[in-house]
């Protein structure tokens, strides 16, 4: 009776040590986390600064169907081009120039009125079935363009890329802004999908700020995707 009791006794310390010692660890990482976090944000410049409250503004008049989304997401792409070269996120890079086109293009369709009531030509709406097949098509194509165009770059110049988590974020993000310029409701779900990817790949590079750039953004699209699939019900009803 004795043996079993003191097996029982053992088990039971050594399960509460070892539990103990899972909780120090992730005490630990948690603030090995916080630190690099501090020491990022100090370390942030003038340029990272601008572009992520641009990018915030940006999403924001998005959200609010105003046409200054454009003008204000230029300055963040802009300046993002630069950035992402500079921390070999070739991939991002070449989504930012992909969005300073997107954005004239985008604009220029946003700014088209009715030339009896001047009123916006473009709604929002939401894809039919034929239009999530070629969104879904659309982003596997750019993502296996990315992936392997990164995978060949980690391997010749840039051992510090990340092709699979740059190509997807790459991959979603040209999806969602080629629909953001249709006023397409699913351009958030994109979004959304974006965000998520680019928080700890950004973080990794050392684009600490940047990181928390998209934690907003996630929320604000979900916030956008709420507010356009209320709109797109008012537009239909209409």
């Known amino acids: 009776m004795l043996l079993p009791c003191l097996s029982l006794f053992r088990f039971s310390y050594e399960l509460d040590v070892n539990y103990l010692l899972y909780l120090l660890h992730l005490a630990m990482s948690v603030t090995d986390v916080f630190h690099q976090f501090i020491i990022g944000i100090r370390?942030?410049?003038?340029?990272?600064?601008?572009?992520?409250?641009?990018?915030?503004?940006?999403?924001?008049?998005?959200?609010?169907?105003?046409?200054?989304?454009?003008?204000?997401?230029?300055?963040?792409?802009?300046?993002?081009?630069y950035l992402s070269?500079?921390?070999?996120?070739?991939?991002?890079?070449?989504?930012?120039?992909?969005?300073?086109?997107?954005?004239?293009?985008?604009?220029?369709?946003?700014?088209?009125k009715d030339k009896q009531n001047h009123e916006a030509i473009l709604h929002i709406t939401y894809s039919n079935s034929k239009e999530w097949r070629q969104q879904v098509l659309f982003f596997l194509v750019f993502y296996l363009v990315?992936?392997?165009?990164?995978?060949?770059?980690?391997?010749a110049f840039a051992p510090e890329a990340i092709p699979w988590a740059d190509a997807f974020a790459s991959a979603t993000a040209y999806?969602?802004?080629?629909?953001?310029?249709?006023?397409?409701?699913?351009?958030?779900?994109?979004?959304?999908?974006?965000?998520?990817?680019?928080i700890p790949l950004y973080f990794i590079k050392g684009y600490v700020f940047t990181s928390v750039q998209f934690v907003v953004l996630f929320v604000l699209a979900v916030l956008g995707l709420i507010a356009w699939r209320k709109?797109?019900?008012?537009?239909?009803?209409?």
């Open 43 to 81: 370390q942030t410049g003038a340029i990272e600064f601008i572009a992520v409250f641009a990018g915030i503004g940006s999403v924001w008049f998005s959200r609010k169907e105003n046409i200054l989304v454009y003008p204000v997401g230029l300055i963040n792409t802009l300046f993002y081009i």
């Open 85 to 112: 070269m500079k921390g070999n996120l070739l991939g991002e890079a070449s989504v930012n120039v992909y969005y300073t086109v997107m954005s004239v293009y985008g604009w220029m369709l946003w700014a088209k």
């Open 146 to 155: 990315i992936f392997t165009a990164l995978t060949w770059a980690k391997k």
């Open 175 to 198: 999806t969602g802004m080629w629909l953001m310029a249709k006023k397409k409701v699913e351009s958030w779900v994109w979004w959304i999908a974006t965000n998520f990817a680019s």
């Open 231 to 238: 709109k797109a019900g008012e537009y239909r009803s209409n």
